[in-house]
Nanobody, 121 residues
Framework: QVQLVESGGGLVQPGGSLRLSCVAA????????MGWYRQAPGKQRELVAT???????NYADSVKDRFTISRDNAKNTVALQSNSLKPEDTAVYYC???????????????WGKGTLVTVSS
């Protein structure tokens, strides 16, 4: 079993910055793609950014040039630096990871419980 634990959410004014962090712990042999998704009230969960095991990022158009995703493979962590935040960025942000528990085992998709980001004056 694998647990993903997010941290770093909170209340920030428009134009401000936040850094979200996520650590994966448990039965981990290898982690493929890691990423961040978000869900605003009344809306479906959507992709924010992902990063491959080799460090190649992918961003939603709505956050390009404002958010930066990074990871530390040695520590099984992924981070999201969010700058120039807007009220429409308000959402619960979820960490996601594709994990193999052993060599040659199936990849399993795990989710964290989420951290709330509120952008408001």
């Amino acid at each position: 079993q694998v647990q993903l634990v997010e941290s770093g959410g909170g209340l920030v004014q428009p134009g401000g910055s936040l850094r979200l962090s996520c650590v994966a712990a448990g039965s981990i042999f290898s982690i493929d793609t890691m990423g961040w998704y978000r869900q605003a009230p009344g809306k479906q969960r959507e992709l924010v950014a992902t990063i491959s095991s080799r460090g190649i990022p992918n961003y939603a158009d709505s956050v390009k040039d404002r958010f930066t995703i990074s990871r530390d493979n040695a520590k099984n962590t992924v981070a999201l630096q969010s700058n120039s935040l807007k009220p429409e960025d308000t959402a619960v942000y979820y960490c996601n990871a594709h994990v193999a528990a052993r060599a040659y085992s199936n990849w399993i998709n795990y989710w964290g419980k989420g951290t709330l980001v509120t952008v408001s004056s």
